[in-house]
T-cell receptor
Framework: TQLLEQSPQFLSIQEGENLTVYCNSS?????LQWYRQEPGEGPVLLVT?????EVKKLKRLTFQFGDARKDSSLHITAAQPGDTGLYLC??????????FGTGTKLQVIP | EPEVTQTPSHQVTQMGQEVILRCVPI?????FYWYRQILGQKVEFLVS????????KSEIFDDQFSVERPDGSNFTLKIRSTKLEDSAMYFC????????????FGNGTRLTVT
């Protein structure tokens, strides 16, 4: 089982601020997914990163996969209250199960 | 857009009782999963199911748990004799394939064991 550490565990920021959250492991992934879970709902896929060094943008969200494919980051520009939620990373490489990281709980205060 | 539906949204049961949590996965998906999230904690894998049999299960998924796809559309999780520590949100998910296919989650069933 791959251990995924996410940091920070909790983040509370003001609307309009920028932030970065991290997903780290000692294992190499062939690809990695980011999900967001809003209160009272199931996780929803945001993006899959595949290639080492890859950068993907989803509006104000920028995802980067580390060159060594052992880590990933999510940067949010000008955070909005709608970005509030639990951000989860998970490897996605043909395993039967998807094992989530510990998650970063983000609160954006209006 | 098709979605995974779970019923009930909230289930309260007494310790020692059996509960069945129900899920209707997306119709063309082939892989099915149950996850659990204890309040304030991480989303934990319980079991995956493919071709009418369990593909993989975690150490949490002991003899008290079972899964079934009784009729080609429903996917159920049964807890035979509930314990207080089974209180959690239970999420069903499905995917069209394994690997890089995304998991589509339902909105969960909140199980409260008293």
């Amino acid at each position: 089982t791959q251990l995924l550490e996410q940091s920070p565990q909790f983040l509370s920021i003001q609307e309009g601020e920028n932030l970065t959250v991290y997903c780290n492991s000692s294992s190499v992934f062939s690809s990695l997914q980011w999900y967001r879970q809003e209160p009272g709902e199931g996780p929803v896929l945001l993006v899959t990163v595949v290639t080492g060094g890859e950068v993907k943008k989803l509006k104000r969200l920028t995802f980067q996969f580390g060159d060594a494919r052992k880590d990933s980051s999510l940067h949010i520009t000008a955070a909005q209250p709608g970005d509030t939620g639990l951000y989860l990373c998970a490897p996605s490489e043909g395993y039967q199960k998807v094992t989530f990281g510990t998650g970063t709980k983000l609160q954006v205060i209006p | 857009e098709p979605e995974v539906t779970q019923t009930p949204s909230h289930q309260v049961t007494q310790m020692g009782q059996e509960v069945i949590l129900r899920c209707v996965p997306i119709s063309n998906h082939l892989y099915f999963y149950w996850y659990r999230q204890i309040l304030g904690q991480k989303v934990e894998f319980l079991v995956s199911f493919y071709n009418n049999e369990i593909s993989e299960k975690s150490e949490i998924f002991d003899d008290q748990f079972s899964v079934e796809r009784p009729d080609g559309s429903n996917f159920t999780l049964k807890i035979r004799s509930t314990k207080l520590e089974d209180s959690a949100m239970y999420f069903c998910a499905s995917s069209v394939d394994r690997g890089r296919s995304p998991l589509h989650f339902g909105n969960g069933t909140r199980l409260t064991v008293t």
